[in-house]
């Protein structure tokens, strides 16, 4: 199949599509946009595909075939920086009835088109797909499809909505867009969003080429399908998905699931309609503050992993000092993440119960029986630290004690490799301290996880004044390889998450004894947006936890916190109430889940409660970017994003305040 120049298109100078014609008049659409390590179709990609599109319409070909020239995947989506490009609904609406035309005119080709899918097709990426006859994906680990854009404060606008409930049925279309899962070639065909699935070693291209020669289309949605678009059945299942959507995200915070259910529910039964209400809906919340925060939330995430890319650093072997909660649940995520890990305690008895809960999210993530038992085969216990000079990362994570991590320190450096990071997970110790130990100072770094491991998607990878630069860089990569976003703090009391953290739960506690229930702070906290309100996050952390870091900050800073919130927080741990972990803490805890009595909240003006938490935590926000505790305001607000949950819409505590200061200069 030796490609050739397509005749129509020699004409014409690409600078994103390579488009090749081969002697069976097949037309290869291969995209390699200029410039950029993945494919994404901003609006420059958009208009050479348009002309290919007008070209294939004059002279049909008997097939054509769309690919990504690109070994990192199909295409990713539209560009996500062209968004801000717009300031109002007007002037997006017209342009995504464009690209409605220009997929509709794809779609109403009379020869055969066939997307040929590897690695990622997301967004946008998989619209085009659906606008093909025919789609084939490979089945590799790298080859996911879904639709991201609800993370982005938006749902599918270039007709994907429309296509997939119509394609695959309402009830799976909607869970696909509102949840942003992302599934794997198997999965996508199991469900009718692709056609065929070729092996690893499958060719592609071959399989395409055999799709167009035969002439293959989608078949048509079956039954349940067709059913799940008509009205009652819409109504029915659109009340149940804004209850399951009310109980994750807010309308008032996320307004984009619900006017997708309220699109659908209304327009659901006739394509066309649909398409023409998705325009206008997305024409409208792409320009809403929630998306505006959420598409910079994107661009933090995206910096994150640029950072940790700065290294080839690989690890394939972790050594964990340390069973209890933390560090045990930093081991069996580790493994979860594909490597082999030892794990090391005094005593069997203290890694035992540590290999339970492994087992445990094992089941949960894996479910299949001989993947868990391979799983838990790469969870070593490892009582005498044999293999810590086996060990590409060492992670210290005992009680946080001076003296006991020195001393581990000093035994610890003559058994490591050589390029081996050596890690401590303090909360608050500054390394300085620690490294003291070491004949090497320079090579130990901090990586502070946080609770529950398996869910907070941020690390703190910490620099002391001596910390070498490229092992920093290497935890940053380690970091990105276990799926962790990698936030560079400097060396200081409470880091950057801790020391924010601090004063805000303290304030709560300030509220509570004057009076206020905790309910209703906690109300307050989430009604602003907060993922869960400042009580409840003590008692998830840990009441023994909370009380600990709050007595190392005091301790290295001038910081005076009132005694009678120490007191009523110490008083709680002598008596064993020490949060989720013991039952009961500030709440009493049922089945995972603190027990709240609603009637506590009547009555109290959440908004005051609200700004009196919120003080206390942006306060410490500016010191710590005063101190230069991370390099810059896009850094912090990344690591309170990821770190505390602050109000993902909001953009990050810094844009917050930029956004008080614009209404403050509005109103004058």
């Given at each position: 199949m030796k490609p050739e120049q397509s005749k129509q298109d020699s004409e014409m100078s690409y600078q994103h599509w390579q488009p090749t014609l081969d002697h069976e008049d097949i037309l290869w659409w291969r995209l390699d946009?200029?410039?950029?390590?993945v494919n994404a179709l901003a609006s420059d990609v958009l208009e050479e595909l348009e002309q290919l599109i007008a070209h294939a319409e004059a002279k049909p070909p008997r097939g054509i075939v769309l690919l990504s020239a690109k070994p990192t995947g199909f295409i990713y989506g539209a560009d996500v920086r062209e968004f801000s490009d717009f300031s109002s609904a007007e002037e997006v609406t017209p342009a995504i009835q464009r690209?409605?035309?220009?997929?509709?005119?794809?779609?109403?080709?009379?020869?055969p088109t066939v997307a040929a899918i590897e690695g990622y097709c997301l967004g946008g990426g998989l619209e085009l797909a659906l606008s093909c006859s025919y789609r084939i994906a490979r089945d590799i680990p790298a080859t996911k499809l879904g639709f991201p854009e609800i993370q982005l404060g938006i749902f599918p606008g270039f007709g994907g909505s429309a296509r997939t409930v119509h394609r695959i049925g309402g009830m799976k279309g909607m869970e696909l867009m509102l949840t942003a899962r992302q599934v794997n070639a198997r999965a996508?065909?199991?469900?009718?969003?692709?056609?065929?699935?070729v092996g690893r070693h499958e060719s592609l291209q071959w399989a395409a080429r055999r799709a167009v020669l035969a002439g293959r289309k989608s078949r048509k949605p079956g039954l349940l399908a067709r059913l799940s678009n008509l009205g009652p059945v819409r109504t029915l299942l659109a009340g149940q998905m804004r209850k399951r959507t009310k109980s994750k995200a807010r309308p008032e915070h996320y307004p984009a699931p619900y006017r997708l259910i309220e699109t659908w529910e209304r327009h659901g039964g006739n394509r066309q309609q649909m398409m023409q209400a998705e325009a206008i809906a997305v024409g409208k919340l792409m320009v809403t503050p929630a998306a505006v925060g959420l598409r910079r939330v994107f661009a933090l995430m995206e910096r994150l992993k640029s950072e940790a890319r700065s290294s080839d650093f690989k690890a394939r072997h972790v050594h964990v000092i340390g069973a209890g909660v933390m560090g045990g649940d930093i081991a069996a995520w580790c493994v979860l993440r594909g490597l082999d890990v030892s794990l090391q305690d005094r005593e069997l008895k203290y890694i035992e119960p540590a290999l339970k809960r492994a087992r445990s999210l094992f089941t949960k993530k894996l479910r299949n029986p001989q993947k868990i038992n391979a799983a838990m085969a790469r969870l070593i216990p490892d009582v005498d630290g044999n293999r810590v000079g086996q060990a590409d990362v060492v992670i210290e994570a005992i009680f946080e004690n001076l003296e006991a991590k020195q001393a581990l320190f000093r035994t610890l450096e003559p058994k490591l490799k050589k390029e081996a990071i050596l890690a401590t997970n303090t909360s608050a110790i500054p390394l300085e301290q620690l490294a003291e130990a070491l004949k090497k100072p320079s090579r130990l770094i901090?990586?502070?996880f946080f609770n529950p491991v398996s869910q907070m998607p941020t690390v703190e990878v910490v620099a002391g004044k001596k910390s070498n630069k490229q092992q920093l860089r290497n935890g940053a990569?380690?970091?990105?390889?276990?799926?962790?976003?990698?936030?560079?703090?400097?060396?200081?009391?409470?880091?950057?998450?801790?020391?924010?953290?601090?004063?805000?739960?303290?304030?709560?506690?300030?509220?509570?004894?004057?009076?206020?229930?905790?309910?209703?702070?906690d109300a307050a906290a989430e009604n602003f947006g907060m993922p869960m309100g400042p009580i409840e996050l003590a008692d998830t952390v840990g009441l023994d936890v909370c009380l600990m870091v709050t007595g190392i900050l005091s301790k290295q800073t001038d910081a005076q916190t009132d005694n009678k919130e120490q007191h009523f927080i110490q008083d709680k741990?002598?008596?064993?109430?020490?949060?989720?972990?013991?039952?009961?803490?500030?709440?009493?805890?049922?089945?995972?889940?603190?027990?709240?009595?609603?009637?506590?909240?009547?009555?109290?003006?959440?908004?005051?409660?609200?700004?009196?938490?919120?003080?206390?935590?942006?306060?410490?926000?500016?010191?710590?970017?005063?101190?230069?505790?991370?390099?810059?305001?896009?850094?912090?607000?990344?690591?309170?994003?990821?770190?505390?949950?602050?109000a993902p819409f909001r953009g990050g505590p810094m844009a917050y305040l930029k956004t008080l200061a614009q209404k403050d200069t509005t109103h004058e």
């Open positions: 946009r200029a410039g950029e390590s690209v409605h035309a220009m997929f509709n005119r794809l779609e109403q080709l009379p020869c996508a065909k199991a469900m009718g969003l692709i056609d065929e699935v901090g990586l502070h990569a380690f970091c990105h390889q276990i799926n962790r976003f990698p936030v560079q703090v400097k060396s200081s009391p409470g880091f950057l998450v801790n020391r924010v953290l601090a004063p805000y739960m303290l304030e709560a506690l300030t509220l509570h004894l004057e009076g206020i229930p905790i309910e209703a702070i741990v002598d008596a064993g109430k020490l949060g989720k972990k013991s039952g009961e803490g500030l709440y009493h805890w049922s089945k995972g889940k603190p027990v709240k009595n609603s009637e506590q909240i009547a009555g109290h003006d959440l908004e005051p409660i609200a700004e009196r938490l919120l003080q206390a935590y942006l306060n410490e926000c500016k010191a710590a970017l005063e101190e230069k505790i991370v390099a810059d305001e896009d850094l912090l607000d990344a690591g309170m994003i990821f770190g505390t949950g602050f």
